[in-house]
């Protein structure tokens, strides 16, 4: 199975301030068709998750531009400008390259 | 307005079967793929498995040999049972789009 490493475990953010998560999968994203299907999801305290990114660096429909994606092969990134009280909860990355899909551990995002 | 709404038990007794189901709506199962995540109390997410639009399915292989998804496309409901539940299986159970996530359900396994 495919293991995604996110880091850090918990990161704590003034309003208004950027940060960054890492994602690293143990092989490469990459599929037999040339897409990299890595996501990014929020699960905010007490909801199910959402699809913030999907295929490294789209964001999905009604998704702030403050929420941008990159990375390519096995390394990604989340990046989160002018952090706003909603932004605040679990960041996941998962894969869905290769089955089982697998997720990261998750990212808690705090106010400083 | 796509959506998708678990139910089933709230607890289960060990070594029996959870069946659970999802009832979506604002999509055809027959074109789209449903998958099952979990989430254990206070942990991250563990994908279970997923039920294609041609209603192949692909199951975690930690879970393979207790699980089972099916669906009635004309009921648009997508089933999810497995057997010889422990106290590890407790989690909320979500099925999902993965662009979409239903509300979950809480499974409590235990005596």
């Known amino acids: 199975d495919v293991v995604m490493t996110q880091t850090p475990v918990s990161l704590s953010v003034s309003l208004g301030g950027q940060v960054s998560i890492s994602c690293r999968s143990s092989?490469?994203?990459?599929?037999?068709?040339?897409?990299?299907?890595l996501s990014w999801y929020l699960q905010k305290p007490g909801q199910s998750p959402q699809l913030l990114i999907y295929k490294v660096s789209n964001r999905f429909s009604g998704i702030s531009d403050r929420f941008s994606g990159s990375g390519s092969g096995t390394d990604f990134t989340l990046k989160i400008s002018r952090v706003e009280p909603d932004d605040l909860g679990v960041y996941y990355c998962?894969?869905?390259?290769?089955?089982?899909?697998?997720f990261g551990a998750g990212t808690k995002l705090e106010l400083k | 307005q796509v959506q998708l709404k678990e139910s089933g038990p709230g607890l289960v007794q060990p070594s029996q079967t959870l069946s659970l189901t999802c009832t979506v709506s604002g999509f055809s199962l027959t074109s789209n793929s449903v998958h099952w995540v979990r989430q254990p109390p206070g942990k991250g997410l563990e994908w279970v498995g997923a039920i294609w639009s041609g209603g192949s399915t692909d199951y975690n292989s930690a879970l393979k040999s207790r699980l089972s998804i099916s669906r009635d496309t004309s009921k648009s409901q997508v089933f999810l049972k497995m057997n010889s539940l422990q106290t590890e299986d407790t989690a909320i159970y979500f099925c999902?789009?993965?662009?979409?996530w239903g509300q979950g359900v809480m499974v409590t396994v235990s005596s």
């Open positions: 999902t789009r993965m662009q979409s």
């Open positions: 998962g894969q869905g390259t290769q089955y089982p899909y697998t």
């Open positions: 092989q490469s994203l990459v599929h037999n068709n040339g897409n990299t299907y």
